[in-house]
T-cell receptor, first 112, second 114 residues
């Protein structure tokens, strides 16, 4: 029973355009969400996070949006660059437990 | 200087064998984890240790035994390997293990059981 789902296994975007990666979750107790980026043969690296008390968090070209009523979060990358091509994982945890539930990832390909 | 390093990177072995994966972090973190990436690509937590003490122990066969000699090391020993154990295993660490801390991952160990 997967509590975090990324229903798009892959996404292809032209350089300079916006990339939107989506993530859905089922557990209403989740209150902290992260996005990780993973290149081949490397471990996931932290990208951006959001707490449930916010609905938006920005860091440079990356913005994460949280819609708690829909149990949905999204990662926007603007503008997309070829170096952003990687697998993106979303993850969620419940307050007071540093135990993360991960989605299955979305492979982003940014075409030059 | 790699923050979280795990060895070996690749491990190919026969069913029934016993193998170990080693992990070390030089970040000074108190908590370390083992995650398994299954065939459907989900990353699932297996264990976490805080200062050598077992904190999280998910429903994992008891053929898997973590060992933490000190807070900078968390090794994973697997007995009687089975075909279904084939996966990528990631070690990770976080500063204190308290809530809302990001994880720092190693580069993974791809285990293939033949």
């Amino acid at each position: 029973d997967q509590q975090v789902k990324q229903n798009s296994p892959s996404l292809s975007v032209q350089e300079g355009r916006i990339s939107i990666l989506n993530c859905d979750y089922t557990n209403s107790m989740f209150d902290y969400f992260l996005w990780y980026k993973k290149y081949p043969a490397e471990g996931p690296t932290f990208l951006i996070s959001i707490s449930s008390i916010k609905d938006k968090n920005e860091d440079g070209r990356f913005t994460v949006f949280l819609n708690k009523s829909a149990k949905h979060l999204s990662l926007h990358i603007v503008p997309s660059q070829p170096g952003d091509s990687a697998v993106y994982f979303c993850a969620a945890s419940v307050y007071n437990f540093n135990k993360f539930y991960f989605g299955s990832g979305t492979k982003l390909n940014v075409k030059p | 200087d790699t923050a979280v390093s795990q060895t070996p990177k690749y491990l190919v072995t026969q069913m029934g064998n016993d193998k170990s994966i080693k992990c070390e972090q030089n970040l000074g973190h108190d908590t370390m984890y083992w995650y398994k990436q299954d065939s459907k690509k989900f990353l699932k937590i297996m264990f976490s240790y805080n200062n050598k003490e077992l904190i999280i122990n998910e429903t994992v066969p008891n053929r898997f035994s973590p060992k933490s000699p000190d807070k900078a090391h968390l090794n994973l020993h697997i007995n009687s390997l089975e075909l279904g154990d084939s996966a990528v295993y990631f070690c990770a660490s976080s500063r204190t293990g308290r809530t809302n801390e990001k994880l720092f991952f190693g580069s993974g160990t791809q285990l293939s059981v033949l």
